[in-house]
């Protein structure tokens, strides 16, 4: 069997597909992508059992079949060669001979029919939006997923489809991030799943900022995305996800709105001198302007003072910096809104409004 394919339009997919390979796996032909043949193009797939990624290629061909490739090998050799290149492939028993000009590579190959395949998907739920509205989702609340929690489900981030809208929904138990696109589904009962963290990283990897569609299906175990000749496919995880309202604050606390960037520019400057570990931050508040100060071991100590509208209670409340900044970054506005409800309770963040997005931040003792 013979391939032969433009350098550039084999590397693209190659690029695409090679984020389901586990450099570390215990099997040899988990770290290899199979090709395919057909009459329809050549699909790439590769795999780590999570999840699985497959490309086409709109590539006529003679011959049809499949056959396997170390992944990283051949993405190594599609980027060392120069541009224009034409790679050749041919399978000869255990080996797949590469040639290129002057340049030839032999490499190993595993039987195509011992690479895993998919199951049959069949979707009990299944929306359609566009790259753009689903990266939203998932990126303005991503980076509030747990890491290595024992508490599996926060390591996870909620995708909730509803009659009116998709919503994402990531918590580490100290913050939660929510993002909303208003979206006409026809579903008559809200479906909950909770996505892994490499589903959600290897997605935005592969989401661009466009309106071409992307369609959703989603069953009991699984969530398949389709998009410009990509097939995402991922486990889901097995767990019920917390009852994420019941954190939210409402917005009815005391009001402080400050201009996002000079916020943001602050946090940045006292976060310097904050304790390493704690990253704490001390936000005191009187009449129109907030007051930050962080002090470490050192008994260095940082202050700034920035003009703000307030008129609630003068108030002293702590918390983590980089929770506060990851919020902020979150928000695509020039000013910002923070309810507080008291010196203990957790602070509400969102763009001026009915924004789509909401930002808890729990206080901490400084």
């Known amino acids: 069997m013979e391939l032969t394919i433009p350098r550039e339009t084999l590397l693209l997919p190659l690029q695409q597909v090679i984020g389901a390979v586990e450099r570390k796996n215990t099997k040899q032909i988990l770290g290899c992508i199979l090709l395919r043949l057909t009459d329809e193009g050549v699909y790439l797939g590769a795999t780590d059992l999570e999840l699985g990624i497959e490309a086409r290629i709109d590539l006529e061909t003679s011959e049809q079949g499949s056959f396997t490739l170390p992944a990283r090998k051949l993405l190594d050799i599609c980027r060392a060669l120069p541009d224009g290149s034409e790679i050749r492939m041919k399978t000869g028993g255990e ?6 000009g002057p340049s030839r590579f032999e490499l190993a190959s595993f039987p195509a029919e011992e690479f895993p395949r998919q199951k049959d998907f069949e979707g009990e739920c299944s929306v359609s939006l566009s790259q753009e509205s689903l990266r939203n989702i998932l990126e303005r609340v991503a980076f509030a997923m747990a890491q290595q929690d024992v508490r599996y489900y926060l390591n996870g981030l909620l995708l909730e489809v509803a009659e009116t809208h998709i919503r994402g929904v990531a918590t580490d ?3 939660l991030a929510m993002h909303s696109e208003v979206l006409s589904t026809g579903l008559s009962e809200v479906k909950q799943v ?7 990283q290897e997605l935005l990897r592969l989401l661009d900022r466009n309106d071409s569609v992307v369609n959703v299906d989603i069953d009991s175990n699984h969530i398949r995305v389709a998009m410009d000749g990509i097939t995402f496919v991922s486990k889901l995880i097995d767990a019920r996800y917390p009852d994420y309202n019941r954190v939210i604050p409402g917005d009815d606390g005391h009001l402080l709105v400050a201009d996002r960037d000079s916020l943001v520019q602050a946090l940045s400057r006292a976060a310097i001198l904050s304790n390493d570990k704690y990253r704490g931050v001390r936000l005191i508040l009187s009449q129109d302007l907030a007051k930050l100060e962080a002090n470490n071991p050192e008994q260095e100590q940082a202050e700034e003072q920035l003009p703000v509208t307030y008129s609630g209670p003068e108030m002293e409340i702590g918390f983590n910096v980089q929770y506060l900044m990851d919020a902020l970054s979150a928000i695509d506005w020039e000013s ?14 969102k763009a001026p409004g009915d924004s789509p997005s909401r930002y808890v931040v729990m206080p901490m003792r400084l």
Do not use: F
């Open 95 to 100: 080996k797949i001979r590469l040639t290129s």
């Open 173 to 175: 138990g100290h913050r």
């Open 194 to 200: 909770i996505l892994p963290r490499k589903a959600v």
């Open 336 to 349: 910002v809104e923070i309810h507080l409800t008291s010196d203990d309770g957790s602070a509400l963040i």
